[in-house]
C-alpha cells in the first residue's frame, strides 16, 4: 500500500510563490512516477506536473509551463511542486498522486496510470 500526503497550501496574492510537498510512504517510492493535480470548484481534476522515477524526465501542463517546477528527493521520498508567479485561476486543491512507470510518456499527462492518491491541499490565489 503507498500512502501520499500533501502539505504546503494556502492563500497567496497574485504573483507570488508557494512550494507544495508529497511525502510517500509505503513500497518503493523510486519506483513510481509522481504526478501533480489539481481541481477547482466545479471543473474536472487536472494533470499540473509530473516527474519520472529517476527526475530525469519531467512534464508540464501548458498553463503552468515555465512558472511550476517539478522535483523529487528519492532518499527521502518526497516530491515538491514550486509554485511562481500565481494566478486567480490557479486556485484549486492539488493533489499527489503516484503512478506505475510502464507507459509511454503522453499517458502521463493523464489520470490513467496514477492508481495512488493523497488528500489534498488547498491553494487559494488572490487579485
Known amino acids: 500500500q503507498v500512502q501520499l500526503v500533501e502539505s504546503g497550501g494556502g492563500l497567496v496574492q497574485a504573483g507570488g510563490s508557494l512550494r507544495l510537498s508529497c511525502a510517500v510512504s509505503?513500497?518503493?517510492?523510486?519506483?513510481?512516477?509522481i504526478g501533480w493535480f489539481r481541481q477547482a470548484p466545479g471543473k474536472e481534476r487536472e494533470f499540473v506536473a509530473a516527474?519520472?522515477?529517476?527526475?530525469?524526465?519531467?512534464y508540464y501542463a501548458d498553463s503552468v509551463k515555465g512558472r511550476f517546477t517539478i522535483s523529487r528527493d528519492n532518499a527521502k521520498n518526497t516530491v515538491s511542486l514550486l509554485m511562481n508567479s500565481l494566478k486567480p485561476e490557479d486556485t484549486a486543491v492539488y493533489y499527489c498522486a503516484a503512478g506505475d512507470t510502464n507507459y509511454s510518456d503522453t499517458v502521463y499527462y493523464t489520470r490513467r496510470p496514477y492508481k495512488h492518491w493523497g488528500q489534498g491541499t488547498q491553494v487559494t490565489v488572490s487579485s
Open positions: 516527474i519520472d522515477w529517476s527526475g530525469a524526465s519531467t
Open positions: 509505503g513500497r518503493t517510492f523510486s519506483r513510481y512516477v
